[in-house]
């Protein structure tokens, strides 16, 4: 037997077997005659056949696929590449090396100059000689050196002293008339101080008539002594010595007479000390003025 012929056998078979078919047999040597066999399925499969799932519905065939109507896009541009260049390379950074600090510098203290060492002044240039034969020193020498020799020949050599030394020294040399103005000035400056003083006393609310009346007496006196001064000035001028001589002491009698009054009432002199001082200038005046 051939094996196509063992082929068609097995396929009908398992076609009479498992699904109720019409076969037709054809016998390999027959001529025109056909023989039809019904077969019936086994009982396993009628009883079972209902269990299979009736089969699926064939699939629906895939739309065909429509070309939108739309315009094609137009043809894209090319593309240029630029070609990479690479970046510059860094300039490079000069270092300057730091420069180290300089040295400190030690100071040395600036140590004065020694004093310089007084020369001898000759004789000759330590002044003049006044008509009365007492020598002026130098105007060269410091002011409060200068009139110190003539603040000795004064009964109150400290008063002169201090009282002329605030003053701005007088332009010239040092000799007994500028050292008499000097004293003079100082002792009007003390006068104007004492003629405030009294008023200030007199305008107070606590003074009684009779520290009134005894403030009034310095208040005329005190007014006398510049009086006297102006006209002792106006007499040293005129070279008049004996005006002089006489307004200079009229100064201690009007000092005096302020005092005179306080003890006359029996009260304590408020302008005592201011008088005492006054009364040493006015002394002064007249030793200056007889050196002149």
């Known amino acids: 037997m051939r094996p196509e012929t063992h082929h068609l056998l097995l396929v009908a078979l398992l076609s009479c077997v498992l699904v109720p078919a019409t076969a037709v047999c054809v016998p390999r040597k027959s001529s025109n005659s056909i023989y039809y066999a019904t077969t019936s399925p086994p009982a396993f499969v009628e009883s079972y056949g209902s269990s299979f799932p009736p089969p699926s519905p064939p699939s629906p065939k895939p739309a065909s696929y429509q070309p939108s109507s739309s315009p094609p896009p137009p043809p894209l541009s090319p ?20 420069a180290s600090p300089p040295p400190p510098v030690s100071y040395q203290p600036i140590s004065s100059p020694p004093p310089p060492t007084p020369t001898p002044t000759p004789a000759s240039s330590l002044g003049s000689t006044s008509p009365s034969g007492y020598s002026s020193p130098s105007t060269q020498l410091p002011f409060h050196d200068a009139i110190s020799p003539f603040c000795s020949k004064t009964d109150y050599p400290d008063v002169c002293r201090s009282t002329i030394l605030a003053f701005q020294p007088p332009v010239g040399p040092i000799d007994a008339a500028s050292m008499l103005k000097l004293q003079m000035m100082a002792c009007r400056k003390r006068a104007q101080i004492a003629q405030s003083q009294v008023s200030a006393l007199v305008s107070h609310p606590g003074a ?13 006196m005190y007014d006398d002594v510049l009086d006297s001064l102006d006209t002792a000035a106006d007499a040293m001028a005129s070279h008049d010595k ?25 009260i304590t002199s408020p302008m005592a000390a201011v008088d005492g001082l006054l009364t040493k200038l006015a002394s002064n005046c007249l030793a200056f003025s007889s050196l002149l």
């Open 242 to 266: 004996g005006t002089l001589d006489s307004m200079l002491s009229g100064l201690i009698s009007d000092f005096s007479t302020c005092e005179d009054a306080f003890a006359e009432d029996s």
């Open 208 to 220: 009684s008539d009779k520290l009134a009346s005894s403030l009034q007496v310095c208040s005329d």
């Open 79 to 98: 593309v240029k590449y630029v070609p990479y260049s690479s970046p510059p390379p860094p300039t490079p950074v000069s270092y300057q090396p730091i």
